[in-house]
């Protein structure tokens, strides 16, 4: 346990930006998971619109340092991959 004030603080932080961070995946979790539903669907518009908010959030978490830059450049890769993919079948 924290024993002096500036240790304490720092729990309290460490809850917050846990709780924060957690929120934030959670999201950008169920924002992939449609995006690669849509890109393996039939409905090329709505599959586009998904893969450009998954590729948004993936972003924003990168640059918020929820997820690693590099993580997020794969899985939008991937994404997109699945896309064209798509679209060309």
């Known amino acids: 346990m924290?024993?002096?004030?500036?240790?304490?603080?720092?729990n309290r932080q460490r809850i917050v930006r846990t709780e924060r961070n957690r929120a934030a995946k959670s999201a950008l979790r169920g924002a992939v998971k449609k995006a690669r539903a849509a890109a393996?669907?039939?409905?090329a518009a709505k599959a586009k619109s998904s893969v450009?908010?998954?590729?948004?959030?993936?972003?924003?978490?990168?640059?918020?340092?929820?997820?690693?830059?590099?993580?997020?450049?794969?899985t939008t890769s991937r994404i997109a991959k699945?896309?064209?993919k798509s679209a060309k079948a």
Do not use: M, Q, Y
């Not at 924290?2 to 720092?10: I, L, T, V």
């Not at 393996?40 to 409905?43: E, N, P, Q, R, V």
């Not at 990168?62 to 997020?72: E, Q």
């Open 52 to 74: 450009a908010s998954a590729e948004k959030a993936l972003a924003k978490a990168a640059s918020k340092g929820v997820i690693h830059p590099r993580t997020a450049a794969r």
């Open 2 to 10: 924290a024993n002096h004030p500036s240790a304490e603080k720092r």
């Open 82 to 84: 699945a896309l064209a």
């Open 40 to 43: 393996a669907g039939t409905d």
